[in-house]
C-alpha cells in the first residue's frame, strides 16, 4: 500500500460525503443565520439623538448663564453710568431749582423717607422710556426697575403733584435751571471712566425724552428689521416617531434631515428639506393579501429550492401558514410643507405638506411555517426568508404632513418641538406598504429669531 | 455538483441576499463540506457544527469572493480553518501516540480500494489529534509542511515528525484491519 493510494482513496470517500440530512444541517444553519437584528435603536441614531439633545441643553443653558452674568454685575458693581433713581429737587429757588439725583445703588434699593419737603413729587417720565432705560442698564427685575421714577422739579409739576422724599445726603448731580435744562454732573468715583450712559444724564430732559425716543424708534427699526430678514433659514432635526398599520404594533423609528425655510409672505413660510428615516412595518398573522402573493410570486420561480421535489419522491405537497412578515425602509425623505403663523409673536406654526421618499434600502422578511406531506408526514418547518434591495424607487407624494411647531428661543437661534403626523397617501417601497407615522421632531432653527 | 455556469449564477444571486439561493447553495455543497470537517472533527455533530460555521462565513463574506476563481478550493480553505478552530481548543501538543517499532508491511490495494468513510474514520480515531491534523493537512488537502506549521503553530519539523508518525500508525492500523476484514 503506498501513501499516495491511501491520500486518494480518502479523498474519494469524503469528497462529497452526503449522510442524506442536508435539511436538518439547514434548520440548524438558520438558528444561527441570519443573524437576528438587534432591537435597539442603531448607534448613528442614538448619537444623533444625543448630539441634538446635548446642543439644545448647552445653549440653552449658555443662554441663561450670560443673563446671570448681566444680573450679578448690575447687582454688585454700583455704575456711575447707571441712570439714577430719583431725581430730587432739593430746593426751588426763584426761577433757579436744584435737583439731586440719586446714584443707583443696585444693592441696596432703598426707598427714600418722606420728608417735610412738599413742593417736589415724583413724576413718572415715560413710562416706555423707563422701561427701554431699565433694560438696558442691565438693571434687570431687581428693585431698579420696579421703583424707576424720575423726579423732574420744573414748576409745573411742583404745584400739580403730591411731593417725595428729599435725601439731604444724597449726593447732587444734576441742577435744574430756569429753562428746566438738567445739567447733569454725574458723581463718579476717581476710577472710573465716563460712559455713553453718564453722558446722556447731561442731557435736559426734553432732549433726553427725545433722545429716547429716537432710540426706541431704531429698535423698533431694528426689530422690524430683523422680522424683515433673514429670509431664509436653516433647520436640522432629529425625529422619533411611530410607524403603523392597521391593528399591527406601532414600531418606533427615528430620522433626522436638515430644512430650508423661505419667507414668503409675513406669516407664511415655504419650508423643504432632505432627510434619512428609517420606517418599520410588522404584520404578525393577518399578512394584507398583496404582501402574501408577492412572496408566493417570488416562491414560485425555478430556483426555489422549498418547493423543489424532494429526491426520490414522485410529488411534493406543501402548505404554507403562520405567515408574518416585517419590512424595514432605509429612506431619503424629500419633505415640502407650508408653515403658517398665526400670531404676531410668530412664537408657534402650524404646517402642511406632503413628502417624498426614495429608498437607500429595503428589507423584507417573512416568517412562516411550511408543511411538506411528501416528508415528514406534512410535520411544519419554520421557514425565514429575507428579500434585500438598495437604491431603488420613488413615490412622490406618499404622506401628507401635518404638524404644529413649537418655538423655543435658544440666543439668536431657535429650538422648535413640533409634533406631526404624516398618513400616508400611496404606497411606499417595492412591496407597495401603506405606513403612517406619528412622532416630534425636534428641530433647532439657525438664525432664525423671529420673535418680536 | 452545479456545473460551473450555474454555480456563477448561484454565487452571484448569493452576493445579493437571497435566503433561498443561500440554501440552495447550502444542500449542493453541504456533502463536501461535512467530508472535509469530518476528517479533522471526532463526530458528526462537531463537523456540522464547523461545516454550518463555515457557511455563514461564505455567505457573510461572499461579496469578496471573485466568480473568477474557483470557489470550491475558496471554500476548502474557509473548511479547513474553520476546523481547525474547533480543534485548537483541544489540541495538546505533548500528545503523541508512542509507536512501538514498526516495519512497514505492505497491504494489498484491494484492502485500501474497499475502506469505506466509517473504515476511514475508525481508524483515524486512533491517531492522536496532531497526526491526524497533520495527515489530513498534508496528505488529503495538499498542505505544504511550512503551512501546516504556520496554522498549527508548530515547527516545521514537528509537522514532518506527526505526518511520519501517523502514516506508520495507519500502516499499522490497517494492517490489522485487513486481517480482521479478510
Same mark, same amino acid.
Request: aromatic content about 8%; hydrophobic content about 35%.
Given at each position: 500500500?503506498?501513501?499516495?493510494?491511501?491520500?486518494?482513496?480518502?479523498?474519494?470517500?469524503?469528497?462529497?460525503?452526503?449522510?442524506?440530512?442536508?435539511?436538518?444541517?439547514?434548520?440548524?444553519?438558520?438558528?444561527?443565520?441570519?443573524?437576528?437584528?438587534?432591537?435597539?435603536?442603531?448607534?448613528?441614531?442614538?448619537?444623533?439623538?444625543?448630539?441634538?439633545?446635548?446642543?439644545?441643553?448647552?445653549?440653552?443653558?449658555?443662554?441663561?448663564?450670560?443673563?446671570?452674568?448681566?444680573?450679578?454685575?448690575?447687582?454688585?458693581?454700583?455704575?456711575?453710568?447707571?441712570?439714577?433713581?430719583?431725581?430730587?429737587?432739593?430746593?426751588?429757588?426763584?426761577?433757579?431749582?436744584?435737583?439731586?439725583?440719586?446714584?443707583?445703588?443696585?444693592?441696596?434699593?432703598?426707598?427714600?423717607?418722606?420728608?417735610?419737603?412738599?413742593?417736589?413729587?415724583?413724576?413718572?417720565?415715560?413710562?416706555?422710556?423707563?422701561?427701554?432705560?431699565?433694560?438696558?442698564?442691565?438693571?434687570?427685575?431687581?428693585?431698579?426697575?420696579?421703583?424707576?421714577?424720575?423726579?423732574?422739579?420744573?414748576?409745573?409739576?411742583?404745584?400739580?403733584?403730591?411731593?417725595?422724599?428729599?435725601?439731604?445726603?444724597?449726593?447732587?448731580?444734576?441742577?435744574?435751571?430756569?429753562?428746566?435744562?438738567?445739567?447733569?454732573?454725574?458723581?463718579?468715583?476717581?476710577?472710573?471712566?465716563?460712559?455713553?450712559?453718564?453722558?446722556?444724564?447731561?442731557?435736559?430732559?426734553?432732549?433726553?425724552?427725545?433722545?429716547?425716543?429716537?432710540?426706541?424708534?431704531?429698535?423698533?427699526?431694528?426689530?422690524?428689521?430683523?422680522?424683515?430678514?433673514?429670509?431664509?433659514?436653516?433647520?436640522?432635526?432629529?425625529?422619533?416617531?411611530?410607524?403603523?398599520?392597521?391593528?399591527?404594533?406601532?414600531?418606533?423609528?427615528?430620522?433626522?434631515?436638515?430644512?430650508?425655510?423661505?419667507?414668503?409672505?409675513?406669516?407664511?413660510?415655504?419650508?423643504?428639506?432632505?432627510?434619512?428615516?428609517?420606517?418599520?412595518?410588522?404584520?404578525?398573522?393577518?399578512?394584507?393579501?398583496?404582501?402574501?402573493?408577492?412572496?408566493?410570486?417570488?416562491?414560485?420561480?425555478?430556483?426555489?429550492?422549498?418547493?423543489?421535489?424532494?429526491?426520490?419522491?414522485?410529488?411534493?405537497?406543501?402548505?404554507?401558514?403562520?405567515?408574518?412578515?416585517?419590512?424595514?425602509?432605509?429612506?431619503?425623505?424629500?419633505?415640502?410643507?407650508?408653515?403658517?403663523?398665526?400670531?404676531?409673536?410668530?412664537?408657534?406654526?402650524?404646517?402642511?405638506?406632503?413628502?417624498?421618499?426614495?429608498?437607500?434600502?429595503?428589507?423584507?422578511?417573512?416568517?412562516?411555517?411550511?408543511?411538506?406531506?411528501?416528508?415528514?408526514?406534512?410535520?411544519?418547518?419554520?421557514?425565514?426568508?429575507?428579500?434585500?434591495?438598495?437604491?431603488?424607487?420613488?413615490?412622490?407624494?406618499?404622506?401628507?404632513?401635518?404638524?404644529?411647531?413649537?418655538?423655543?428661543?435658544?440666543?439668536?437661534?431657535?429650538?422648535?418641538?413640533?409634533?406631526?403626523?404624516?398618513?400616508?397617501?400611496?404606497?411606499?417601497?417595492?412591496?407597495?406598504?401603506?405606513?403612517?407615522?406619528?412622532?416630534?421632531?425636534?428641530?433647532?432653527?439657525?438664525?432664525?429669531?423671529?420673535?418680536? | 455538483?452545479?456545473?460551473?455556469?450555474?454555480?456563477?449564477?448561484?454565487?452571484?444571486?448569493?452576493?445579493?441576499?437571497?435566503?433561498?439561493?443561500?440554501?440552495? !447553495?447550502?444542500?449542493?455543497?453541504?456533502?463536501?463540506?461535512?467530508?472535509?470537517? /469530518?476528517?479533522? $472533527? =471526532?463526530?458528526? &455533530?462537531?463537523?456540522?457544527?464547523?461545516?454550518?460555521?463555515?457557511?455563514?462565513?461564505?455567505?457573510?463574506?461572499?461579496?469578496?469572493?471573485?466568480?473568477?476563481?474557483?470557489?470550491?478550493?475558496?471554500?476548502?480553505?474557509?473548511?479547513?480553518?474553520?476546523?481547525?478552530?474547533?480543534?485548537?481548543?483541544?489540541?495538546?501538543?505533548?500528545?503523541?501516540?508512542? !509507536?512501538?517499532?514498526?516495519?512497514?508491511?505492505?497491504?494489498?490495494?484491494?484492502? /485500501?480500494?474497499? $475502506? =469505506?468513510?466509517? &473504515?476511514?474514520?475508525?481508524?483515524?480515531?486512533?491517531?492522536?489529534?496532531?497526526?491526524?491534523?497533520?495527515?489530513?493537512?498534508?496528505?488529503?488537502?495538499?498542505?505544504?509542511?511550512?503551512?501546516?506549521?504556520?496554522?498549527?503553530?508548530?515547527?516545521?519539523?514537528?509537522?514532518?515528525?506527526?505526518?511520519?508518525?501517523?502514516?506508520?500508525?495507519?500502516?499499522? !492500523?490497517?494492517?490489522?484491519?485487513?486481517?480482521?476484514?479478510?
Amino acid at each position: 500500500m503506498s501513501d499516495e493510494e491511501l491520500a486518494h482513496q480518502i479523498k474519494s470517500v469524503f469528497e462529497d460525503y452526503d449522510d442524506g440530512l442536508g435539511e436538518q444541517g439547514w434548520s440548524e444553519l438558520r438558528k444561527k443565520y441570519p443573524e437576528k437584528e438587534s432591537k435597539k435603536l442603531p448607534i448613528w441614531w442614538l448619537t444623533g439623538i444625543a448630539a441634538t439633545l446635548l446642543l439644545a441643553v448647552g445653549l440653552y443653558f449658555s443662554n441663561t448663564f450670560d443673563t446671570d452674568k448681566v444680573i450679578l454685575s448690575a447687582g454688585t458693581t454700583p455704575k456711575a453710568n447707571a441712570l439714577p433713581e430719583k431725581i430730587i429737587s432739593d430746593e426751588v429757588k426763584g426761577g433757579t431749582s436744584q435737583t439731586r439725583l440719586d446714584t443707583v445703588k443696585t444693592n441696596t434699593y432703598a426707598m427714600p423717607e418722606k420728608s417735610g419737603n412738599e413742593n417736589i413729587e415724583p413724576a413718572k417720565v415715560a413710562n416706555t422710556a423707563q422701561k427701554y432705560i431699565a433694560q438696558h442698564n442691565a438693571i434687570g427685575d431687581v428693585n431698579g426697575t420696579q421703583e424707576l421714577d424720575v423726579v423732574v422739579s420744573n414748576s409745573e409739576v411742583a404745584q400739580t403733584k403730591p411731593l417725595t422724599v428729599i435725601d439731604k445726603n444724597t449726593p447732587i448731580v444734576a441742577v435744574t435751571k430756569p429753562d428746566d435744562k438738567v445739567t447733569a454732573n454725574a458723581i463718579m468715583t476717581k476710577d472710573e471712566q465716563p460712559t455713553e450712559k453718564s453722558v446722556k444724564l447731561k442731557l435736559s430732559t426734553e432732549e433726553f425724552l427725545k433722545e429716547e425716543s429716537k432710540a426706541l424708534a431704531n429698535h423698533a427699526n431694528k426689530d422690524s428689521k430683523k422680522n424683515g430678514a433673514p429670509t431664509t433659514t436653516l433647520d436640522v432635526f432629529t425625529g422619533t416617531f411611530f410607524n403603523y398599520h392597521d391593528d399591527n404594533e406601532a414600531k418606533l423609528s427615528a430620522g433626522v434631515g436638515l430644512n430650508a425655510n423661505i419667507k414668503v409672505t409675513k406669516n407664511l413660510v415655504f419650508s423643504f428639506g432632505a432627510g434619512i428615516s428609517q420606517n418599520k412595518v410588522s404584520y404578525e398573522n393577518n399578512v394584507p393579501a398583496e404582501i402574501s402573493q408577492a412572496m408566493f410570486a417570488s416562491k414560485s420561480d425555478g430556483t426555489n429550492a422549498m418547493n423543489a421535489p424532494v429526491t426520490g419522491l414522485a410529488y411534493s405537497v406543501t402548505a404554507t401558514n403562520d405567515v408574518s412578515f416585517n419590512g424595514q425602509l432605509l429612506s431619503i425623505d424629500l419633505p415640502m410643507v407650508v408653515k403658517f403663523f398665526p400670531s404676531k409673536k410668530q412664537d408657534f406654526y402650524i404646517s402642511t405638506g406632503i413628502n417624498s421618499s426614495s429608498y437607500i434600502t429595503q428589507k423584507y422578511t417573512y416568517n412562516y411555517n411550511q408543511s411538506n406531506f411528501g416528508i415528514r408526514n406534512g410535520e411544519a418547518q419554520p421557514k425565514r426568508e429575507t428579500e434585500k434591495s438598495n437604491l431603488k424607487g420613488f413615490d412622490f407624494a406618499n404622506s401628507a404632513i401635518i404638524s404644529v411647531g413649537i418655538n423655543q428661543n435658544v440666543g439668536k437661534n431657535i429650538l422648535i418641538f413640533e409634533p406631526y403626523y404624516k398618513p400616508a397617501l400611496s404606497a411606499m417601497g417595492d412591496k407597495n406598504l401603506r405606513i403612517s407615522s406619528a412622532g416630534i421632531n425636534l428641530k433647532f432653527n439657525f438664525n432664525g429669531n423671529n420673535k418680536k | 455538483m452545479p456545473d460551473n455556469q450555474s454555480l456563477v449564477e448561484l454565487i452571484a444571486s448569493c452576493k445579493k441576499g437571497d435566503l433561498r439561493q443561500q440554501e440552495l !447553495l447550502y444542500k449542493q455543497f453541504y456533502g463536501y463540506a461535512l467530508g472535509i470537517c /469530518i476528517r479533522y $472533527l =471526532s463526530n458528526r &455533530d462537531d463537523a456540522l457544527e464547523a461545516a454550518n460555521d463555515s457557511f455563514i462565513k461564505v455567505f457573510k463574506s461572499i461579496n469578496s469572493f471573485n466568480e473568477e476563481n474557483d470557489f470550491k478550493p475558496w471554500f476548502r480553505k474557509v473548511l479547513v480553518n474553520t476546523s481547525l478552530d474547533y480543534k485548537r481548543k483541544s489540541m495538546r501538543f505533548s500528545e503523541a501516540i508512542e !509507536l512501538t517499532d514498526t516495519i512497514p508491511q505492505s497491504t494489498h490495494t484491494s484492502a /485500501i480500494d474497499k $475502506l =469505506s468513510a466509517q &473504515d476511514i474514520l475508525a481508524l483515524m480515531k486512533n491517531l492522536n489529534e496532531m497526526q491526524r491534523t497533520v495527515f489530513n493537512l498534508y496528505e488529503i488537502d495538499g498542505y505544504a509542511h511550512k503551512e501546516i506549521a504556520s496554522m498549527l503553530n508548530i515547527p516545521e519539523s514537528s509537522s514532518r515528525t506527526y505526518l511520519t508518525r501517523a502514516k506508520q500508525a495507519l500502516q499499522q !492500523l490497517l494492517i490489522t484491519h485487513s486481517i480482521y476484514t479478510k
